[in-house]
């Protein structure tokens, strides 16, 4: 999921680097009013809990690789798909100048999938199945999230003139269909719980039922 960079032509890099940057721009908004000091922590743990389980990669054929993002995670507990912005773009700096998982040049794409993407997905389709019940609710939105994203970056590398676009959908689809089930159920279980035990982080304030 993490494309580095030479995958990419500049023209198609500066594309996905405008888009992020007015989504991140509108994620720092959201902080200045939204993320007060008793979220901050909350924030904080999170950010660490999605840099961890982003370190399983599993390669994936033509040079790429799969892994969970957290996306739907994040923006389910504070209830704005902005948070998942601003967290994974916070997440993937850290990754791309600190560890080199993910290019610099190509680092707008890499917010635009994971960060965009996956938590605006995520998030929505939570909002639109919460009446099925939370848990079902989350694991389909972590699910779909995870999922979708990984069908734009295989859009995005075909674009490019990387890979195939039958063969970037096929193994991409493939490989995070499965890592899916993975993220939707970390998803379902946290939400869950928290929604049980500490039902004011929650910020969709969901109940679990049904």
């Known amino acids: 999921m993490h494309i580095p960079d030479g995958f990419m032509p500049l023209w198609e890099c500066g594309i996905f680097w405008l888009i992020s940057l007015a989504f991140i721009a509108m994620s720092l908004k959201w902080a200045s009013k939204e993320l007060d000091e008793k979220k901050v922590p909350l924030f904080a743990a999170l950010a660490a809990g999605i840099f961890a389980i982003q370190a399983m990669n599993m390669p994936i054929p033509w040079g790429t690789s799969g892994h969970m993002v957290g996306g739907a995670l994040t923006s389910i507990i ?56 939370t848990p079902v609710a989350a694991f389909i939105a972590g699910w779909t999230g995870l999922f979708l994203s990984a069908i734009v970056c295989a859009i995005e590398m075909a674009i490019a003139g990387t890979f195939p676009l039958d063969k970037g959908l ?33 910020g969709a304030k969901s109940t679990v039922s049904e």
Do not use: R
């Open 78 to 133: 504070f209830d704005s798909p902005w948070a998942g912005v601003l967290m994974l773009t916070l997440v993937l700096i850290v990754q791309g100048v600190f560890f080199a998982d993910g290019g610099l040049l190509v680092m707008g794409a890499n917010i635009f999938n994971m960060g965009i993407v996956c938590s605006f997905v995520g998030y929505y389709v939570f909002k639109a199945l919460k009446n099925v019940g």
């Open 170 to 202: 096929y193994y991409m689809g493939l490989y995070h269909a499965c890592i899916g089930i993975i993220e939707g159920a970390i998803t379902a279980i946290v939400i869950a719980y928290l929604s049980n035990v500490k039902p004011e982080v929650i």
